[in-house]
Nanobody, 122 residues
């Protein structure tokens, strides 16, 4: 089982920036797709961004141009750089992991962190 620990959340003003980190305990980190999800009060958890084992990245439309996902396989760490933050970005942000599809034959994210709070004031 993979352990994921998020960090970097906090309180910022609208227009500010935060960088979230997710440290993974995976033995073969490079075989995992890594994703970021978020959940605001009273709303369903939503996909934010993912970076696949190959380095390919994807984003939900609402954060394109503002957020950047990156990974450092040597450090078993995934990052989410969040710029131009808006109040609607306020949520608990979760890191998630799944084995690459060719290995698992599944698209489900099987491993989840505990989350880190991001609050953007107006």
């Amino acid at each position: 089982q993979v352990q994921l620990v998020e960090s970097g959340g906090g309180l910022v003003q609208a227009g500010g920036s935060l960088r979230l980190s997710c440290a993974a305990s995976a033995r073969t980190f490079s075989n995992y797709d890594m994703g970021w999800f978020r959940q605001a009060p009273g709303k369903e958890r939503e996909f934010v961004s993912a970076i696949l084992w190959s380095g390919t990245s994807t984003y939900v439309d609402s954060v394109k141009g503002r957020f950047t996902i990156d990974r450092d396989n040597a450090k078993n760490t995934v990052y989410l750089q969040m710029n131009s933050l808006k109040p609607e970005d306020t949520a608990v942000y979760y890191c998630a992991a799944r084995l690459r599809w060719i290995i698992s034959r599944s698209y489900e994210y099987s491993y989840w962190g505990q989350g880190t709070q991001v609050t953007v004031s107006s």
